[in-house]
């Protein structure tokens, strides 16, 4: 069992920051890819980015490419997601996963825990 806390969502203004961290608990951290999706009112969840257990791989969706930045501190067992340049469309609540494959993917299906989520408002 691996249990993931979300933190740092809150309140932004268009083209503001925030970083998200997600700190995991329970079996060894280092031994899963993590990924953080995101969920919009009135849609389905959505893969955001993915990062492999070592953090020399990472994965964006299209819509984020270039603003977000996900990356990994396996000593702090803590997966972080640094968000630049938000649009209010990037308002959602945001979950982090762990996945014990290594074979990247962005289907929610192939992970194995998941966080509680933390909101994140966006305003223009």
């Known amino acids: 069992q691996v249990n993931l806390v979300e933190s740092g969502g809150g309140w932004a203004q268009a083209g503001g920051s925030l970083r998200l961290s997600c700190v995991a608990s329970g079996r060894t951290f280092s031994n899963y890819a993590m990924g953080w999706f995101r969920q919009a009112p009135g849609k389905e969840r959505e893969f955001v980015a993915r990062i492999s257990w070592s953090g020399s791989s990472t994965y964006y969706a299209d819509s984020v490419k270039g603003r977000f930045t996900i990356s990994r501190d396996n000593a702090k067992n803590t997966v972080y997601l640094q968000m630049n340049s938000l649009k209010p469309e990037d308002t959602a609540v945001y979950y982090c996963?762990?996945?014990?494959?290594?074979?990247?993917?962005?289907?929610?299906?192939?992970?194995?825990?998941w966080g509680q989520g933390t909101q994140v408002t966006v305003s223009s």
């Open positions: 996963a762990a996945d014990r494959s290594p074979r990247p993917t962005q289907a929610m299906g192939a992970y194995d825990y």
